[in-house]
């Protein structure tokens, strides 16, 4: 079976960086899609970030676009996310999904598989 296991939140200050992995297993599928996403207390569920594993492709939410990175490491099944410039706002558990349909897609409803979350907290 899939099994995600998140790793790398924590707290820093605002400005700050921090870079969050995703260690995946089970993947037997021939195109799929990792995605990055987060919610904060309160608030919806909301995609961040994905990369295809057919061609590397990677797509970024607005609120995120010139901050984060999304890479993979094919080697080590392993996806991570960059989070630089860090802002109080980007405060949220922090889950990677996998979609095994491959679909590109930020909509956390596309997604089947998903790890237990990771806690980042950024200060002012």
């Known amino acids: 079976e899939v099994q995600l296991v998140e790793s790398g939140g924590g707290l820093v200050q605002a400005g700050g960086s921090l870079r969050l992995s995703c260690a995946a297993s089970?993947?037997?599928?021939?195109?799929?899609?990792i995605g990055w996403f987060r919610q904060a207390p309160g608030k919806e569920r909301e995609g961040v970030s994905c990369i295809s594993s057919s061609d590397g492709s990677t797509y970024y939410a607005d609120s995120v676009k010139g901050r984060f990175t999304i890479s993979s490491d094919n080697a080590k099944n392993t996806v991570y996310l960059q989070m630089n410039s860090l802002k109080p706002e980007d405060t949220a558990v922090y889950y990677c999904a996998v979609d095994p349909v491959g679909r590109y897609t930020l909509r956390p409803e596309k997604y089947e598989y998903w790890g237990q979350g990771t806690q980042v907290t950024v200060s002012s």
């Open positions: 089970g993947l037997t599928f021939d195109d799929y899609a």
